[in-house]
């Protein structure tokens, strides 16, 4: 039971300690960056090849994170490097990816998207009020000066991505509207 615990126990108070406390050192996109880490850390895909040395962290073009997403460039994780890849709506690129983050997209940019992302097992990460009920996968939101976030379960179980029931723990649990 310690053993289970612990590691818990850790993941809480290193990572998801609310922003009114670490805001001193950090800013809130800072910690997003962090939130986006550990939700990759947290996260198993279904097999891909073995040979696979990079991990496409993709980041639409039109998001704020951006240049923040640039610090985790080069990190390992996942038996890869993580690779910092700016994309638009082209599929080429989204090909790339291994995780999504999104902006505020047109609500049909944002669907097509989703469904692709889904289709090729990306994670498909956000940081706008809602997007988890229109299918995003893990969104973080703002609220009452500590970061939350939310899972789409069923959108995360249609891609067959598995997150960790210690991050479970930690979230809100979602459902798309209207699907």
């Known amino acids: 039971m310690k053993k289970i615990l612990l590691p818990v126990i ?30 990759i850390r947290y996260t198993s895909w279904p097999m891909t090849e073995s040979t696979k040395t990079d991990f496409g962290l993709c980041v639409h073009k039109a998001s704020a994170l951006q240049e923040k997403l640039g610090s985790l460039e080069g990190k390992r994780v996942k038996g890869g490097l993580i690779k910092v890849i700016s994309v638009g709506n082209v599929r080429q690129e989204l090909a790339l990816c291994d ?20 289709t090729t097992n990306t994670l498909t990460i956000a940081d706008t009020q809602g997007y988890a009920h229109l299918g995003v996968m893990i969104n973080m939101v703002v609220k009452d000066k500590k ?14 991505l598995k997150i960790s029931s210690n991050l479970l723990k930690l979230a809100k649990i979602v459902q798309s509207g209207g699907r």
Do not use: C, H
Not at 12 to 26: F, H, N
Not at 147 to 160: H, M, P, T, W
């Open 147 to 160: 970061i939350a976030f939310e899972v789409n379960l069923d959108e995360v179980r249609r891609s067959d």
């Open 10 to 39: 850790v993941f809480m108070v290193t990572t998801l300690l609310p922003v009114s406390i670490r805001a001193q050192s950090a800013s809130v996109d800072d910690l997003k960056i962090a939130y986006i880490y550990n939700f």
């Open 99 to 118: 995780v999504l983050v999104l902006p505020r997209l047109e609500e049909e940019k944002l669907k097509g998207m989703i469904v692709y992302a889904t």
